[in-house]
């Protein structure tokens, strides 16, 4: 089998499991309401076949009519057949539009549900990835390919469920009259119409897939640039670039002008030839009636029967070209869509996994080592317990391994050797909805979403009340300032939580782990990116919140630690050391040395804030 055969076969076995695939979508084994409305769309499709089916016949029939009431005149009769006729024709005509619209109408809500659950569930898909997944995407070409998608599902869906088999029906109605009507010379020349029109639409749309799949690339890669740069805004100012990123979105929309130029060119050669293709057959066609009508074994009627008949095969023939466009075209979307559902999670629960029972809670990690590439451990053989109610503290150099602690917990990776127990439940043999039920994290580098305070404390518990929530803050020491507040809690505070100061995003972030209120607490490096006194400030809270709690504290400012029930110092992804904190630094050693250099560093930072308020 040659290369270009593979694709197509391999090509058309996709096309049928997606259409496949749809189907249950479409026929919802638990919606009665939706299989009835697609019953019902189909019948008013078929009684509009039929309707336009007696459409010709009446357009003959007043030709006909017509041509023997101007024979004699004097006929009373002559003159009312051609009005019953009229009437007749535009009744058919208004009762085929009529039940077309009513297929619509009742197919809306079937299309739209499956557009709906398909998308919903590729959301759902999406959160259930891997964390090593979504770093090695981009946002802005994930939410470009589920629009793209769902738009290819509704495409499909409409056109290959509603409107592909009654066109075919209505080609086998029509043919069978011809052959009846007229003979089998008019059948071989309208299937050969058919048969060549079909055959250039298949090719010609088969080459333009491959220009829309270029196109869908370069759309994917410009919306990607254009939403990084825009969440990366103040970096762009800082470094005034905005030129460099102008350019650099330009690239891809070049790339995409490119692509959807050919598309349109394309499209107008594709339109041609079918025009091309029925219009000889056309006159082929007329020839024929124009010679029978002549030799006397056909009426002017009967020529009028053939041009409307004709006419009335070139409405779901030129419909059939663009079913097969749209539905190449909407494969073409829905593939990276498709794709994306296929992707297998990194991480799932057992079939037989349990929910995460608390009595202490104790953390322990027992020989534990993880890397994210073969070529280099991130963590090597590390064993350590965090006793129930007390507070552990991991610290280390940058790149010793202290974070990739905090994904362990979480399971967002699973260990390479060795184990991770909470209360000596190994965690990867329980749900994942319950262990991060019993986790609260303050990270080093908090992101709200794009609403309100008040919705991103509640984040922490959605169910709770507002007293909880206004509590919540004011053990977090952010109360006051919301009330400061013209909109207190309804105060949005913008894209990332751009419109708050670091110091109020990380108590915000407090705040919604108190609602949270679990049994594991983990601070990862969170008063790392804040300023010493904003940093004193939030500590006070910050113990607060671990007060009674199993903590694991992963630090880079030491003098945050200092009170711990023990310090573990990473180095390499080893233990370097472990202790209190007046232990290790009587042992001069790693801990010691990084304890120096932060003095240093804070005093140094102090002469310099005393220089500027002399200056003030």
Not at 271 to 276: D, K, R, S
Not at 461 to 471: G, K, L, N
Not at 542 to 563: M, W
């Amino acid at each position: 089998m040659s290369r270009k055969s593979k694709y197509i076969s391999a090509d058309a076995g996709f096309t049928f499991s997606t259409i496949k695939n749809l189907w249950k979508y479409m026929w919802p084994s638990d919606r009665l309401d939706l299989k009835l409305r697609v019953i019902a769309a189909i019948g008013a499709l078929f009684l509009a076949k039929a309707a336009t089916t007696t459409i010709p016949f009446a357009y003959k029939g007043v030709i006909d009519s017509l041509a023997n009431s101007s024979e004699n005149p004097e006929l009373i009769l002559g003159i009312a057949v051609p009005i019953i006729l009229v009437i007749a024709f535009g009744i058919a005509n208004i009762v085929d539009s009529g039940l077309q619209q009513l297929r619509d109408i009742l197919f809306a809500k079937v299309g739209q549900h499956a557009v709906r659950e398909l998308a919903r569930k590729t959301f759902i898909h999406l959160h259930r990835l891997s964390l090593r997944f979504h770093l090695q995407r981009r946002i802005g070409g994930l939410s470009r390919i589920i629009e793209r998608g769902t738009k290819g599902i509704e495409t499909i869906v409409r056109f290959t469920m509603l409107n592909t088999a009654p066109a075919i029906l209505e080609f086998i109605i029509v043919s069978s009259i011809f052959t009846y009507l007229f003979g089998i010379k008019f059948l071989f020349v309208v299937v050969g119409i058919i048969a060549l029109y079909v055959i250039f639409t298949i090719k010609a749309s088969n080459w333009r897939i491959t220009i829309r799949r270029k196109m869908n690339e370069s759309d994917v890669e410009a919306n990607s640039k254009a939403i990084d740069s825009l969440l990366n805004f103040e970096t762009v100012k800082y470094f005034g670039n905005e030129e460099m990123e102008a350019k650099r979105f330009d690239r891809s929309m070049a790339i995409y002008e490119s692509a959807a130029i050919k598309m349109w060119t394309s499209l107008g050669m594709l339109n041609f030839g079918q025009g091309l293709i029925f219009w000889i057959g056309m006159i082929i066609i007329n020839i024929m009636s124009a010679n029978g009508v002549m030799n006397g074994s056909m009426s002017v009627g009967d020529f009028v029967l053939v041009n409307t008949f004709m006419m009335q095969i070139y409405r779901p023939l030129n419909f059939i070209g663009s079913v097969y466009r749209e539905i190449r075209q909407g494969l073409a979307d829905i593939e990276e869509m498709f794709t994306l559902l296929q992707q297998k999670p990194e991480i799932e629960d057992k079939p037989n996994a349990k929910q995460l029972k608390i009595s202490g809670p104790i953390l322990k990690f027992k020989n534990v080592s993880f890397s994210y590439d073969d070529d280099r451990k991130i963590l090597k053989n590390v064993s350590f317990e965090v006793p129930a109610g007390k507070t552990i503290a991991v610290v280390g150099p940058s790149g010793a391994g202290k974070s990739t602690i905090s994904r362990l917990i979480y399971r967002f990776y699973d260990v390479m050797d060795g184990c991770i127990y909470i209360d000596d439940q190994d965690i990867r043999n329980v749900t994942q909805k319950s262990l991060r039920a019993a986790i609260g994290m303050v990270p080093q580098d908090t992101v709200l979403f794009n609403d309100s305070i008040g919705y991103n404390i509640a984040y922490g518990r959605p169910d709770a009340s507002q007293e909880e929530i206004e509590q919540a803050a004011k053990m977090a020491q952010i109360s006051d300032f919301i009330a400061s507040l013209p909109n207190g809690y309804d105060t949005p505070v913008g894209e990332r939580g751009l419109k708050l100061s670091g110091g109020e995003k990380q108590r915000v972030a407090i705040a919604r782990t108190i609602l949270k209120a679990p049994p594991i607490l983990i601070l990862d490096e969170a008063t790392s990116a804040l300023d010493t006194q904003t940093e004193r400030e939030i500590q006070s809270a910050l113990d607060a919140v671990s007060k009674g709690r199993t903590a694991l504290v992963i630090a880079h400012r030491l003098s945050t630690v200092v009170n711990a029930d023990e310090i573990i110092v990473l180095k390499n992804g080893e233990i370097a050391e472990r202790g209190k904190h007046k232990t290790l630094l009587a042992q001069k050693g790693l801990y010691a040395q990084m304890w120096n250099r932060q003095l240093e560093a804070n005093r140094a930072e102090e002469q310099l804030r005393k220089v500027k308020e002399k200056q003030l």
